[in-house]
């Protein structure tokens, strides 16, 4: 839409994403959304929640509420966010977890009281580069979107720590952080992380992130262009 102006692009997404909110893939009670719907109503999810789709999803929310102005995706976007900040985040790297387990009995439960009696699914606490880098363009740019300067902040926060934590200088970024960083050089990580440090200095017009990209470019190249 952005490109052609195509009214029914914009609809398509904007509806899509008004159903989905609204839908049991949309976790009504405590935020974020599962991974996927099982049936074509967005009504029955498998109920594991990843770091990446809601990511993905707080920046598309945040460039259709820019478009549509609904109040729904507005509303979607927060309990997003709120939920990849309180449930997913690690403080002591900092970072975003990468997963939540699914549990369908805790997630069937009808109220925040029932679940708050029960322990909720296991988070896996490996915190990927790529999805972090994704995580953190999300979050910059939703609190540009939404007037949220605080989730702009810890999107910053968090790239500065997986950068610090990850990036080798001969080895490029690791893929995963686990106690320690591991699994080198794979291009996924380079490009999540160098479109993040972009979208860092638009927010902040610091050019050490604009520099820093361009750095990761350079050296992507480098090590994946072929002879």
Known sequence: HRRSGNAQALKMASV???EMARGGIHDQLGGGFHRYS???????????KMLLDNALLVHTLANAYQAVQNPELKAAAHSTVRYINSVLFQPNIPAWSGSQDADEEYYALPTAEERARRTPPRVDTRAYV????RASAAMIAAGRVFNEPEWTSRGVQILRAIIHKCLDAERGLAHLYDDRPQLFGL???????GVACLDAFEAAG???WL???SSLAQSLIASHTAA
């Not at 790529?130 to 880098?133: F, I, K, P, S, T």
């Not at 291009?187 to 992380?193: G, N, P, Y």
């Open 206 to 208: 610091d050019r050490s």
């Open 211 to 213: 520099e820093l990209s």
């Open 130 to 133: 790529d999805w972090n880098g």
């Open 16 to 18: 899509t994403l008004r």
């Open 187 to 193: 291009a996924h990580d380079t490009i999540s992380v």
């Open 38 to 48: 099982t049936d074509g109503q967005w009504l029955v999810p498998h109920f594991e």
